[in-house]
């Protein structure tokens, strides 16, 4: 899976998708695709993270209290 990376507009491919959906984790591995040469994995807020097309993450996979009533 692919997401773009907010201040770069570079695509990061998440390399740990578990992490991704948890919404109890607020970052997770993943590497820059950019250039030719495969660059080392890192870790990326979500917070630092959209969809390609700049939609935001869905609330279920960044809030831990999704369900709550009051939020």
Avoid: Q
């Avoid at 740990?16 to 660059?39: I, N, Q």
């Avoid at 890192?42 to 917070?47: E, G, L, V």
């Amino acid at each position: 899976m692919f997401l773009k990376h907010k201040k770069t507009g570079d695509m990061v491919e998440m390399l740990d998708t578990d992490a991704l959906f948890d919404p109890c984790k607020s970052s997770v591995s993943g590497r820059f695709h950019v250039g030719e040469e495969m660059p080392e994995p890192a870790s990326f807020d979500k917070s630092e993270l959209v969809f390609p097309s700049d939609e935001k993450l869905p609330r279920c996979w960044i809030d831990p209290h999704y369900r709550s009533p009051s939020r």
